[in-house]
């Protein structure tokens, strides 16, 4: 088949399929269907399946799609055999094949009909660097955390994935000691291991059915990863990572059983554990790239993992976006551009506001056109705060909705389309907003991604509350999507505010129209690293904090005696649980050594214990 590749005319280039089936025969017709409506020219694509002794008719199933195939000019191969499960079948299929990508999937999923265009296109742009680009899943997006910006990834999920096949060949494939699942992962890290570079393709959409509903028990996936993570352990972790083991697997029996043969598959699963464990062992990881654990996952997740999105909008509203910047801070505004052009919102305004400079302009006007951008705007002003450059801004905005996204912070992909869809379902909320994760580093573009220290969501994760909004801020600014129609009642931020003029602009928004909180990790932004620069920050934001309460103290609403008395219990609530405790906490923490990695640990627990409370 090599021929066939070298004499091919000039086009896209040519795709392998690589497909591991196992009395999947209900997922066949609707898989194969949505490969035939894509825009990438079926007579590149060839399909390599490897059944694994399917009992069902699947393999009638296949054999009426490979004459289909054929008539549209694709090349079809299959195979069958005994059962040698998901690493090692897909192993059968790319060692048969010799083009430049194999895309890796599963049939229980359908694609959008761009998905392919998207993803070759992906991985044509990237150098040789890069082995793998991850499809992104609907309804129920991977929870797990990748960079904004650059898109990379420390693992991919391999539901649906493009490989290089090069890089592939270089590190030998999937692990074949691991049966199902946490095999992508393994080969995630090994790829790293030997330098390659992994991204995720948020633009390249397929729908993934693996939950029949959400938190569904599954027990080959609960005793499979479990196998996997303890074994991946030994391969790639820490001293710490593999002294949890034992405590890990004792610990899954002291919980209530997940189904009546619990315990016969703890005691198989520790058996193969011992059986496997040398061969882990002898093969550790050569490189010091970040190999993250944590707890039954593999890195921190993005809460709302099963927060469902629906299809795309067919007609989506001009989303416009103010980015406030200055002097000496391209690469956080190239960051903060490169994410917003990555939003699979497809409908994107951005006015960039830099204050004092006009140093950013070409950075700024090279993002026209650029992804989800359709256009931006850029404004240097004379030095003039961030309230003014913010004000600016929403002058300039023509969008439908306004949101914010200043130059240390970052937007996930899903950010704008995720707030967009709640506004549309829920046309009496004025605003909608996600939660954020914080991340403690200087900037992303000077630290290797993975190294910084992800701190848990810091919006509360509780339905909206005005009095709680009134009593403390909780809304990063770039969290928050608010209707036009807001700023044209309320006006823009409050000039004599430099520092908490959101939380201002939060409490007037909120006085006539409620909030949507979406119960999912939409974006992040930065604090400082060190120690003395985060006590800094606080204390900025701290002599900032009596003048916005007489700013927010001298508005009024009105409210029924009622409603008083049920905000003040609600702040009471709040107050005896959470928000009195964090600022004790706060306060203690501070004057102690390490005080920012203790500070941030207390309030995670105040946190949790407010959100326990149901305030």
Known sequence: MSSAVQGAAPGPPWLDLSIVTHNSSRWIDPFFESLFKQNFPLERIRVWVRDNDSRDDTLERLETWSARLAQRGARYELDAGANVGFGRGHNVNWRRSDGPYILVTNVDLTFEPDALVRVVAAAESDGASTASWELRQKPYEHPKIYHPASLETLWSSHACVLLRRSALAAVGGYEEELFLYGEDVELSYRLRDSGFVLRYVPSAVCWHYTYA??????????????????????????????????????????????GPKYYRGLCTLTMQFLLKSTHFVLSRHRSDAPFPFAGWDYEQTRSGAFYPMPPAHPDPPLVSVITRTMKGRQDGLRQALQCLANQTHPNVEVIVIEDGSSEARALAESYEGVGAIRRIRYLGIGKSGRCVAGNRGLEEATGAYLGFLDDDDLLFADHLETLVAALEDHPDRGAAYGLALEVRAGSLAQSRWGSQKVHSSVAPGVPFSRALLWDHNYLPIQTVLFRRELYARWGGFDPELENLEDWNLWVRYS??????????????????????????????????????????????VELTVGE?????????RYNIVGGLARRRLRAFALGLPFSGALYHSLRRIAQALARRSGT
């Open 213 to 258: 509903q959400p938190h569904e028990f599954k027990p080959a996936q609960f005793f499979g990863s479990k196998l996997a993570n303890g074994l991946l352990r030994l391969r790639y972790g820490s001293a710490s990572a593999i002294l949890a083991i034992p405590f890990l697997y004792t610990a899954l029996w002291c919980i209530k059983p997940r």
């Open 511 to 556: 006085l006539e129209s409620e909030f949507e909180m979406i119960d999912r990790v939409t974006s992040l932004y930065l604090v400082p690293r060190r120690g003395v620069d985060a006590l800094g920050r606080l204390a900025a934001l701290d002599s900032y904090s009596l003048k916005a309460r007489q700013k927010n103290g001298s508005l009024r």
């Open 564 to 572: 008083a008395l049920e905000y003040a219990q609600e702040i009471g």
